[in-house]
DNA sequence: ATATTATTGTGTCTTATTGACACAAAGTTT
DNA sequence: AAACTTTGTGTCAATAAGACACAATAATAT
């Protein structure tokens, strides 16, 4: 087993919710329990010289392969009753020297990231723990480990109003991509419609684009115009916000 | 001593920010430790039973004498280097009966929680720790212990943000209060004036002030009209938030 | 080839919100 | 009574947001 508490901090975990995109679905990647059969989110735990982000970007690839992925903790999760039931403690004992099961019997409380990733970029691996590692679309989520499906929910609260105040978006796009794809991932997140024209209008207003002279072809239209992030204004708008308020 | 670490989860402290608003001024509430000599944000520790909120009450109370106070989190402190020079150590050295000084010599996480209260309503008191709790001024705060500076600018931070989106105000106002009075604090905690008028018009247009018949008098000039906050429409904005957004 | 279909690009009008700005009224001080 | 301070209040211009329609393009069907 490849766990050492001794280095580990006592009584704090973390979990990591990964959004990506693709097929116009807003997903969130899971693992899968290998002896519980329960899907859950990948977490991990903290070394005594790490912070939670470091610790974050650490389990998350240990977890399912991917790095150099931006995490953003959101919220800590510390019901008594969370991790009553952890059913991690399932898989545990049915591996070989589990010495350290008591360690993982304890209460935990959990420092919830999350992260946007273009979807196309990521090779999910799944590690000791778990037999699969795969992408989930929202409402194919089923009832998850422990208090999982709380922290998803509270995660996509987050991002939501992320959106209102700070561009959304180069994380979880492809590098050239068109209007109508971008608005997709909008409405996906919103989990409603926006008009065509208005939407355009008010996402070129925050100048965070770049028109590419290129089209896209392929389908059975009108082809669209391709954009890119236009990074520098990007970076601007991430840290002053982008409007409203007083 | 009155800690018993056996019952408390390792690694894992809480800090609260707790401001008031006094005399056109932003406050935060102090302790001064009695040994080390250094002010600090009151806090404690996570009981096994306990979520962060419940041990945030919990603590502000020992520490503070408050209660009832709404404990909302922020954010996690986890750098590891923050409490390499922990003076509350040395608090605790001086103290008889230290059997339990190893146990805060751990790394700790914190998590930072902050609330707003009205100031009149507070009557602190220092605990065994420490020989002072009081309000000081955000511009009066010198070098607080550990990272206690950082979280308090992170607090405030967030206080600013949250300005945007949701209404602020019923925990740091009194009951009745006047126009000129509540703009005061917006512009305190925003740092920049505010154009009176358009300041009323805004926050009249929330819908969340009753505006009452009275005057207040006693100064030298015309006598502002007092407010209250209309508490059902002060709700309903805190959990739809303002505006603003897509 | 031609028509059909789906989807894109684009602009205007109306309404709501924001920012800038000035003077009259009231109560206290001199 | 005059001066001073701070309050209450409204309008205009600029900006942002919401509603809405038609022409252009590229594949597909006939």
Same mark, same amino acid.
């Given at each position: 087993?490849s766990?050492?508490? !001794?280095?580990l901090?006592?009584?704090?975990?973390?979990?990591?919710?990964?959004?990506g995109?693709?097929?116009? @679905? *807003?997903?969130?990647?899971?693992?899968?329990?290998k002896?519980?059969?329960?899907?859950?989110?990948?977490? %991990?735990?903290?070394?005594?010289?790490?912070?939670?982000?470091?610790?974050?970007?650490?389990? *998350?690839?240990?977890?399912?392969?991917? /790095?150099d992925i931006?995490?953003? @903790?959101?919220?800590?999760?510390? !019901?008594?009753?969370? /991790?009553?039931?952890?059913?991690?403690?399932? !898989?545990?004992?049915? @591996?070989?020297?589990?010495?350290?099961?008591?360690?993982?019997?304890?209460?935990?409380? /959990? $420092?919830?990231?999350?992260?946007? $990733?273009?979807?196309?970029?990521?090779?999910?691996?799944?590690?000791?723990?778990s037999?699969?590692?795969?992408?989930?679309?929202?409402?194919?989520? %089923?009832?998850?480990?422990? !208090?999982? #499906? *709380?922290? $998803?929910?509270?995660?996509?609260?987050?991002?939501?109003?992320?959106?209102?105040?700070?561009?959304?978006?180069?994380?979880?796009?492809?590098? @050239?991509?068109?209007?109508?794809?971008?608005?997709?991932?909008?409405?996906?997140? *919103?989990?409603?419609?926006?008009?065509?024209?208005?939407?355009?209008?008010?996402?070129? /207003?925050?100048?965070?684009?770049?028109?590419?002279?290129?089209?896209?072809?392929?389908?059975?239209?009108?082809?669209?115009?391709?954009?890119?992030?236009?990074?520098g #204004?990007?970076?601007?708008?991430?840290?002053n916000?982008?409007?409203?308020?007083?």
């Amino acid at each position: 087993m490849s766990f050492k508490p !001794d280095n580990l901090l006592e009584h704090i975990s973390l979990d990591c919710v990964i959004f990506g995109f693709h097929a116009n @679905q *807003l997903k969130v990647l899971l693992v899968h329990m290998k002896y519980s059969g329960k899907w859950a989110l990948p977490g %991990g735990f903290i070394q005594k010289n790490e912070s939670i982000e470091t610790a974050a970007s650490r389990a *998350l690839k240990e977890r399912t392969g991917l /790095s150099d992925i931006f995490l953003k @903790q959101f919220r800590v999760f510390s !019901d008594p009753g969370r /991790s009553i039931l952890n059913p991690a403690v399932k !898989d545990l004992e049915e @591996q070989e020297g589990n010495e350290h099961l008591n360690w993982f019997k304890q209460r935990f409380i /959990s $420092v919830g990231l999350y992260a946007l $990733v273009e979807f196309s970029k990521v090779d999910p691996k799944p590690d000791i723990f778990s037999d699969v590692c795969e992408w989930k679309s929202l409402d194919e989520i %089923g009832e998850l480990m422990m !208090d999982h #499906n *709380l922290i $998803v929910k509270k995660a996509l609260k987050t991002l939501q109003a992320q959106l209102s105040y700070q561009p959304i978006g180069f994380n979880l796009m492809p590098a @050239q991509f068109t209007m109508p794809e971008l608005q997709k991932l909008y409405e996906t997140i *919103l989990g409603k419609k926006l008009d065509r024209r208005n939407f355009q209008r008010k996402i070129l /207003s925050y100048k965070i684009l770049n028109k590419l002279g290129e089209r896209k072809e392929g389908q059975a239209n009108k082809a669209p115009f391709l954009y890119e992030f236009n990074l520098g #204004n990007y970076q601007k708008a991430l840290e002053n916000g982008l409007s409203g308020g007083w």
